[in-house]
């Protein structure tokens, strides 16, 4: 009885990490997203520490890793490094909305062999 109580507080914690996972790899795709937006609309030349946008994305990125961080404290490294790979297909959306960049089948080939 007691190690079946042990294994349901140990799926629900690895639910949590996996969820806290997430949400981080989606605020470190926004914050890579902004720190490119920054770099492609400094026309000035005006050292990266001086453009908010850079910083926004600074802090969003290092928020990001700590909630990875925090994750790997719910649930074992095998299930929270994978989804990572979220990551990727979140930075590939807020890409082609945010920076414009071109979306190419290869792209969603790639995407899928991911998911």
Not at 96 to 109: M, P
Request: net charge neutral; aromatic share 10%; with cysteine.
């Amino acid at each position: 009885i007691f190690l079946m109580a042990d294994e349901e507080e140990q799926s629900s914690a690895s639910w949590i990490g996996v969820v806290i996972a997430v949400i981080a790899n989606f605020l470190i795709s926004i914050s890579l997203n902004l720190q490119k937006h920054a770099h492609n609309t400094n026309t000035k030349n005006k050292a990266y520490v001086k453009l908010p946008w850079w910083w926004c994305g600074t802090i969003l990125n290092a928020l990001g890793e700590g909630g990875n961080l925090m994750a790997y404290g719910f649930a074992p490294a095998s299930v929270v490094t994978p989804t990572g790979a979220v990551g990727v297909v979140f930075n590939a959306i807020f890409a082609s909305l945010v920076l414009k960049e071109q979306f190419r089948v290869v792209d969603a080939i790639g995407l899928v062999c991911i998911i």
